[in-house]
């Protein structure tokens, strides 16, 4: 359909388009003839009349009769012309159909005989100007009585030359109503075949609708139906799987009691590795300081002072030591109490109870106070926290052979206490960055650890803490003025947090 409208919308503007072309090629020329007339009888026969009644002088009547020839010339050009010019040509679309449909077979004739009949005017108006310059030339000599012989021929050759111009107009004429019957012809044509092809697509559209529908109809019993045999299915298996699923929900209600009493095995076996991890360093400082009381002894160096200062430190250890009992025995509880402490005394208290093993290692430990912060928390756990970096900067540094150090500065960040654990170990892999606070993750041997201490410390400062940790690799001036690169971790708690919640997951 839309094919149809758009090649008969180009065939109406296509005839629309012939019809205004063919009505100026021909009334153009037929101007231009019926000009040429005037000026004959106007311009021309009439001068000479007025020459005669002594009306106009002889230059005068020149003047006129030149410019008279050369409207004439100018006119006849132009017909000539319009009858050549390509611009006046039928469109291809109607010469298509023309010749398709055999109309306007007699053209050729036609042609013949207008170039007949332009060949007879060209001869008369070459031979009338020839009289008409004689005329001229024999006024100018004054011999009127030959001159009046000449313009009364002139008047005859005049009318014989208007008769020619008459033929050819009449011609132009009936070329003119014959194109407009040909234009006609065409135009029923393509109405008819316009109005046959709509009504042949109507049709196929009537039809091919209806075979649609049908199609349609059949199409849709026949998935009612499926769909019902899918319907009855889904309901056996609907049934079935009710039934399977009850007895899943029994078997899952014992596989919950199973997974339960392991789980209470499991949280079990967490707690005592946590507390294993926690005293491992304080009971290796512990064993320092029986090794030093022998030492001094087998050397003769034995002094009250040296048994005094480490009795203090054994029982600063073994005190910790029960404080991480208690610690670890409420830390899943939800009513520990928040207390305001200084950063500065938690950390500086981390830094006492590794001292003996960091001095077993001769590991340099650095610390900067850049502000005395207070903060709401508990004291213990972020001791613990503290310790735990210590701990794994210590184990980085172990196998070093170069000066060990490792530098802990607190300092305000963004309303928050930051404290920030560097050391010169190498930094971490890459690869295991992302994983060193995933539970039971380590790169050291079981008899080692666990894997259990950067994830508990995780735990304490963001859960119970409210605050963040992370650890990077950067290049730092920890114990010398060249720079060295290694682990950075940075813990961040929040400063004024007395408000939140007391109880923590």
């Known amino acids: ?38 000026i004959y009888k ?25 410019l008279a020839q050369q409207l004439i010339n100018k006119s006849w050009k132009n017909y000539k012309n319009a009858t050549i010019d390509k611009k006046y040509e039928k469109s291809f679309i109607t010469n298509f159909i023309n010749d398709f ?18 060949l007879n005017i060209n001869e008369k108006i070459s031979d009338l100007h020839k ?24 008047y005859f050759e005049i009318n014989s030359v208007n008769v020619y111009i008459t033929n050819l107009t009449n011609y132009d004429l009936n070329l003119a109503v014959t194109e407009k019957r040909e234009t006609q012809k065409t135009f029923n ?3 008819t075949i316009l109005i ?42 609907n049934d079935y799987l009710e039934i399977k699923i009850k007895k899943e929900v029994a078997n899952s209600r014992k596989k919950d009691l199973i997974m339960f009493q392991q789980s209470k095995l499991a949280s079990l076996g967490e707690m005592l590795g946590n507390i294993a991890h926690q005293w491992r360093q304080p ?51 939800p009513n520990k109490a928040k207390v305001k402490f200084s950063v500065k005394d938690c950390v500086l208290h981390a830094a006492d109870l590794s001292k003996y093993i960091l001095e077993k290692e001769n590991i340099k430990l650095n610390i900067i106070i850049m502000n005395d912060l207070n903060i709401y928390g508990y004291y213990n756990e972020l001791s613990h926290v503290v310790l735990n970096m210590i701990s794994n900067s210590k184990d980085a540094l172990k196998n070093l052979d170069k000066e060990r150090a490792i530098k802990i500065v607190v300092k305000e960040y963004r309303q928050k206490a930051r404290i920030l654990i560097y050391d010169n170990g190498g930094g971490v892999e890459e690869k295991i960055l992302p994983h060193i606070f995933e539970p039971y993750y380590t790169t050291k041997y079981k008899s080692a650890g666990t894997g259990i201490g950067l994830y508990m410390s995780k735990q304490i400062i963001e859960k119970h803490m409210n605050g963040n940790i992370k650890c990077k690799n950067v290049y730092n001036k920890i114990n010398s003025e060249n720079l060295e690169y290694g682990a ?18």
């Open 1 to 38: 359909m839309i094919s149809i409208i758009a090649l008969s919308q180009i065939s109406v503007y296509s005839m629309k388009n012939d019809f205004d072309t063919l009505f100026e090629k021909r009334t153009k020329p037929i101007i231009e003839l019926e000009n040429i007339k005037d």
């Open 42 to 66: 106007i311009n021309i026969y009439d001068t000479f009349y007025e020459i005669q009644q002594k009306n106009i002088t002889i230059d005068q009547a020149k003047d006129i009769i030149s």
């Open 101 to 118: 449909f055999e109309i306007n077979k007699e053209e050729d004739n036609e042609k013949i005989l207008q170039s007949n009949l332009i």
């Open 131 to 154: 009289d008409i310059n004689k005329i001229v030339q024999l006024l100018q000599r004054n011999n009127f009585v030959e001159a009046i012989f000449f313009i009364d021929k002139l």
């Open 189 to 191: 044509l393509l109405t």
């Open 196 to 237: 046959y092809s709509i009504v042949s697509v109507f049709l196929f559209s009537v039809i091919l609708s209806v075979l649609l529908i049908n199609n349609f109809r059949k199409l849709h019993f026949n998935l009612e139906d499926a769909v019902s045999e899918k319907t009855k299915e889904l309901q056996e298996l």
């Open 283 to 333: 009971l290796g400082s512990l064993m320092m300081i029986i090794q030093s009381f022998q030492t001094k002894m087998e050397f003769g160096k034995l002094s009250f002072e040296f048994v005094e200062q480490k009795t203090k430190d054994a029982v600063l250890l073994a005190e910790n030591m029960s404080n991480t009992l208690d610690d670890f025995q409420n830390f899943f509880s």
């Open 488 to 505: 950075l971790f940075i813990v961040d708690i929040p400063l004024d947090n007395k408000n939140e919640g007391q109880s923590d997951d």
